[in-house]
């Protein structure tokens, strides 16, 4: 998401980089062109305005810092003023006092990913150690409530219907309901309307006046652009919104409805959705945001990641063997399995500082990451423990068993002595001898499962397969010339 974005104020900064002092021309020009970026990622028309003068002011009238560049102290207030666009602080949930259920209302258009983000919201509340409740109110789109129940039984969330009763009806008992069984999260999944629609928008101040939800979120797809803007103004009108849900960043390169959202109605985004799986869902933070946009990527934000899917037990043998020099292709296939589970790998990549910025033409290769699979999978253990003796046949009967190309078994033992030698790397610099760690500082498994990931992707969208195959081409026809 925000690939576009991204790779436009790239170039941007690049060109400011080399400029030896920031006078009104070049910052006129620069925040010119972040105007057209802005403008080309779908972001409002007075947001973009405001944005740059904003900028442009502060560049001017900023006092040079000895020791640093021009170039780079501009970066710095965009990246501030895009904090401050994309609303500065991370917002929480007002959450209830202990023994009471917060109700938290969810409302959006027709196909912007209610009923699902509800089932999000519940599996990370109990993630959290609450006991969230799903409240079927929408009884207007047939399937709805099968839908909210199937999403439930996934995660093992109750669900609170009731035949035949309106939607007003069904949240007064659910609030009642959870408050006699001791749940503390009742999540309501109200029916999507149209702004223009009187009576159901009738209908949903009339289930906030019965529930007085602590929280009401709006719902909005990111793919519907600068219209999101226009949309959140009017529930405004009607509902205190309490905060938004981007759903679907992941099928949106531009963003611009996420960044013109908040600096347009002062509905503060609280989480971001990019991805059906019902894990794919993360806290909106503006800090860390703006800086993968600026192609500074997100390590706090990965780490927390990989911590969620990396057992404490496992990191800590995982680094005694790093310690102790014995990592081998069990433990390689380990952080595999652990990469895979956090998600795409495009996605994870534009986390990382320098990677997020170039990922335009970079097609992040997932079948590559099963290829490397099937081929650890396909060795003995003897082999896996001591990759030094896959050589000759060996090679050949792993590359049959595992469907995989001779090239492509070579490929894998190659990148594992680069992990090797990384871990070798670490443990010389201390990396692995204890102490306390600093917080949203990388544990050994982090670090090594990142290395995995960077070996896994290539240069362009057709992938290093096509490439390979280039080259080969290349140097047969050098050959022919001669």
Same mark, same amino acid.
Request: hydrophobic fraction near 40%.
């Given at each position: /998401?925000? %690939?576009?974005?991204?790779?436009?104020?790239?170039?941007?900064?690049?060109?400011?980089?080399?400029?030896?002092?920031?006078?009104?021309?070049?910052?006129?020009?620069?925040?010119?062109?972040? +105007?057209?970026?802005?403008?080309?990622?779908?972001?409002?028309?007075?947001?973009?305005?405001?944005?740059?003068?904003?900028?442009?002011?502060?560049?001017?009238?900023?006092?040079?810092?000895?020791?640093?560049?021009?170039?780079?102290?501009?970066?710095?207030?965009?990246?501030?003023?895009?904090?401050?666009?994309? $609303?500065?602080?991370?917002?929480? *949930?007002?959450?209830?006092?202990?023994?009471?259920?917060?109700?938290?209302?969810?409302?959006?258009?027709?196909?912007?990913?209610?009923?699902?983000?509800?089932?999000?919201?519940?599996?990370?509340?109990?993630?959290?150690?609450?006991?969230?409740?799903?409240?079927?109110?929408?009884?207007?789109?047939?399937? =709805?409530?099968?839908?909210?129940? #199937?999403?439930?039984?996934?995660?093992?969330?109750?669900?609170? #219907?009731?035949?035949?009763?309106?939607?007003?009806? *069904?949240?007064?008992?659910?609030?009642?309901?959870?408050?006699? %069984?001791?749940?503390?999260?009742?999540?309501?999944? #109200?029916?999507?309307?149209?702004?223009?629609?009187?009576?159901?928008?009738?209908?949903?101040?009339?289930?906030?006046?019965?529930?007085? @939800? @602590?929280?009401?979120?709006?719902?909005?797809?990111?793919?519907?652009?600068?219209?999101?803007?226009?949309?959140? %103004?009017?529930?405004?009108?009607?509902?205190?919104?309490?905060?938004?849900?981007?759903?679907? /960043?992941?099928?949106? =390169?531009?963003?611009?409805?996420?960044?013109?959202?908040?600096?347009? #109605?002062?509905?503060?985004?609280?989480?971001?959705? =990019?991805?059906?799986?019902?894990?794919?869902?993360? %806290?909106?933070?503006?800090?860390?945001?703006?800086?993968?946009?600026? $192609? /500074?990527?997100?390590?706090?934000?990965?780490?927390?990641?990989?911590?969620?899917?990396?057992?404490?037990?496992?990191?800590?043998?995982?680094?005694?063997?790093?310690?102790?020099? +014995?990592?081998?292709?069990?433990?390689?296939?380990?952080?595999?399995?652990?990469?895979?589970?956090?998600?795409?790998?495009?996605?994870?990549?534009?986390?990382?500082?320098?990677?997020?910025?170039?990922?335009?033409?970079?097609?992040?290769?997932?079948?590559?990451?099963?290829?490397?699979?099937?081929?650890?999978?396909?060795?003995?253990?003897?082999? +896996?423990?001591?990759?030094?003796?896959?050589?000759?046949?060996?090679?050949?009967?792993?590359?049959?068993?595992?469907?995989?190309?001779?090239?492509?078994?070579?490929?894998?033992?190659?990148?594992?002595?680069? /992990?090797?030698?990384?871990?070798?790397?670490?443990?010389?610099? $201390?990396?692995?001898?204890?102490?306390?760690?600093?917080?949203?500082?990388?544990?050994?498994?982090?670090?090594? $499962?990142?290395? @995995?990931?960077?070996?896994?992707?290539?240069?362009?969208?057709?992938?290093? +397969?096509?490439?390979?195959?280039?080259?080969?081409?290349?140097?047969?026809?050098?050959?022919?010339?001669?």
């Amino acid at each position: /998401m925000f %690939e576009s974005i991204t790779e436009s104020l790239g170039k941007v900064f690049r060109s400011v980089l080399g400029k030896g002092r920031l006078s009104e021309a070049n910052v006129s020009e620069a925040v010119g062109e972040v +105007r057209k970026a802005l403008l080309e990622a779908d972001v409002n028309l007075k947001v973009a305005d405001a944005f740059v003068d904003r900028v442009g002011r502060l560049a001017l009238g900023m006092e040079v810092v000895p020791g640093v560049n021009p170039g780079q102290m501009f970066i710095k207030v965009v990246h501030d003023e895009l904090v401050a666009l994309l $609303g500065g602080e991370t917002p929480g *949930i007002a959450w209830a006092a202990a023994g009471r259920p917060t109700v938290i209302m969810l409302c959006g258009l027709q196909g912007s990913g209610k009923t699902t983000t509800a089932g999000k919201l519940a599996r990370k509340w109990r993630e959290e150690g609450r006991s969230p409740l799903l409240v079927a109110a929408d009884v207007q789109r047939p399937a =709805a409530i099968a839908q909210l129940q #199937t999403l439930a039984g996934q995660i093992g969330i109750p669900v609170f #219907t009731r035949a035949g009763q309106d939607p007003v009806s *069904i949240c007064r008992d659910a609030a009642a309901f959870a408050g006699l %069984e001791g749940l503390d999260a009742v999540i309501l999944d #109200t029916a999507g309307r149209l702004h223009v629609d009187q009576v159901l928008m009738d209908e949903l101040e009339a289930i906030n006046r019965a529930v007085a @939800a @602590a929280e009401i979120l709006f719902v909005c797809d990111a793919m519907i652009g600068q219209s999101a803007v226009d949309t959140a %103004e009017e529930f405004k009108r009607r509902l205190p919104l309490t905060g938004a849900v981007m759903t679907k /960043m992941d099928s949106d =390169a531009r963003g611009g409805g996420a960044l013109s959202l908040r600096e347009s #109605t002062g509905v503060p985004i609280k989480f971001v959705s =990019a991805g059906e799986k019902l894990d794919a869902l993360e %806290e909106f933070h503006p800090d860390r945001l703006a800086s993968r946009l600026l $192609g /500074m990527g997100d390590v706090v934000s990965l780490v927390e990641r990989a911590q969620a899917v990396v057992d404490e037990n496992e990191a800590r043998a995982l680094r005694d063997k790093l310690a102790e020099n +014995r990592y081998d292709l069990d433990d390689f296939l380990g952080q595999l399995d652990s990469l895979a589970r956090m998600g795409p790998l495009k996605d994870i990549l534009s986390y990382i500082p320098g990677i997020g910025s170039g990922l335009k033409d970079v097609d992040p290769e997932e079948g590559r990451l099963k290829g490397f699979k099937s081929i650890i999978q396909s060795m003995t253990m003897a082999e +896996r423990k001591n990759p030094e003796i896959i050589v000759g046949r060996r090679r050949e009967r792993i590359a049959g068993g595992s469907g995989r190309e001779l090239r492509e078994v070579a490929d894998l033992l190659k990148q594992f002595q680069e /992990m090797r030698k990384i871990a070798g790397r670490m443990g010389r610099l $201390g990396v692995f001898d204890g102490g306390a760690k600093p917080p949203g500082a990388m544990n050994p498994g982090d670090l090594m $499962g990142l290395a @995995a990931g960077r070996s896994l992707y290539g240069s362009k969208k057709k992938g290093s +397969r096509a490439q390979q195959k280039k080259k080969d081409r290349r140097k047969a026809k050098k050959k022919r010339r001669r």
